[in-house]
C-alpha cells in the first residue's frame, strides 16, 4: 500500500496552460505538505494544510492554488505556467503540523516541465 | 529560522561507517534535529530525529554535542544502497513563527563505492 501518492508521476505542458497535481494520504494524517524541488535539488515548502485549512504559504505566487477536499487530500492546482515552474513538487503528509509527531511521509514526485 | 550547514558531498566504501555532519550553531532550545535522505529519483524519506540525547533506530545513530550547535548522523555499515542525498533539518516544536516549517538545506551527497 502506497503512503502518500500523487498523480500524475510527469507531466509536460505549454507555457500558458493549468494544470492540476493530486496527491492523497492513506495514513490518517491530518496535515499534509507541497514542496517544490528546483534544478538544484533544493527542497522548499510551499504550503501545508491542518485539517483541511491552510496553515502555512511561503510567499508563493498565486498562481499556485492548493486544495483540500478532506483531509486525506491536498491537490496544487497551477493557472498560466511559466518555464520557471519546471521542477519537481513533491507532497507530504505528517500526524500533526508541530510538535513532537512531525515525521513527514514524501510522495513519490511529479515532475512538472514547462515548455 | 535557524539553518543548517552540511559539506557538499562524502565518499565511503561499501561495509565502511559513515560520519554525516551537520552544523546547526544557532539552533534554539525547542528545535530538533531531524535526519532525513533522498535516494535517487524518490521522495525523501526520515531516517531519525533527536533533541539531546543521542539515538539509534534500525536505520542509523544520531550523535548530538552537548551544546547542540552539531550533530553527526552515522550510518554503521554502508551499503550501495545507502547511496542518497542527507539532509540535516531543524523543527521547532514550539508552537511560534517558524511552527510546521522544514528548512531543507542543501544535504550531502553520500556515493558509496563498492
Known amino acids: 500500500d502506497t503512503a502518500v501518492s500523487q498523480t500524475p508521476k510527469y507531466l509536460v505542458t505549454q507555457m500558458g496552460n493549468d494544470k492540476s497535481i493530486k496527491c492523497e494520504q492513506n495514513?490518517?494524517?491530518?496535515?499534509m505538505y507541497w514542496y517544490k524541488q528546483d534544478s538544484k535539488k533544493f527542497l522548499k515548502i510551499m504550503f501545508s494544510?491542518?485539517?483541511?485549512?491552510?496553515?502555512i504559504n511561503e510567499t508563493v505566487p498565486n498562481r499556485f492554488s492548493p486544495k483540500s477536499p478532506d483531509k486525506a487530500h491536498l491537490n496544487l492546482h497551477i493557472n498560466s505556467l511559466e518555464l520557471g515552474d519546471s521542477a519537481v513538487y513533491f507532497c507530504a503528509s505528517s500526524q500533526e503540523w508541530w510538535g513532537l509527531q512531525e515525521t513527514q511521509y514524501f510522495g513519490p514526485g511529479t515532475r512538472l516541465l514547462v515548455l | 529560522d535557524a539553518k543548517t550547514t552540511q559539506p557538499n558531498s562524502m565518499e565511503s566504501n561499501e561495509e565502511e561507517p559513515v560520519h554525516l555532519p551537520c552544523n546547526h550553531s544557532t539552533i534554539s532550545g525547542t528545535d530538533y534535529i531531524h535526519w532525513y535522505r533522498q535516494l535517487p529519483s524518490q521522495g525523501p524519506e526520515y531516517v531519525i530525529h533527536?533533541?539531546?540525547s543521542n539515538v539509534n533506530n534500525r536505520m542509523a545513530s544520531l550523535a548530538i554535542a552537548e551544546d547542540r550547535k552539531s550533530s553527526t548522523l552515522i550510518l554503521h555499515r554502508a551499503t550501495l544502497r545507502d547511496a542518497a542525498v542527507y539532509y540535516c533539518?531543524?523543527?521547532?516544536?514550539?508552537?511560534?513563527?517558524?511552527?510546521?516549517?522544514?528548512?531543507f538545506g542543501d544535504g550531502t551527497t553520500l556515493t558509496v563505492k563498492p
Open positions: 533527536g533533541l539531546t
Open positions: 495514513l490518517g494524517h491530518d496535515t
Open positions: 494544510y491542518n485539517n483541511k485549512e491552510l496553515i
Open positions: 533539518i531543524l523543527r521547532d516544536v514550539d508552537l511560534g513563527a517558524n511552527a510546521g516549517k522544514s528548512t
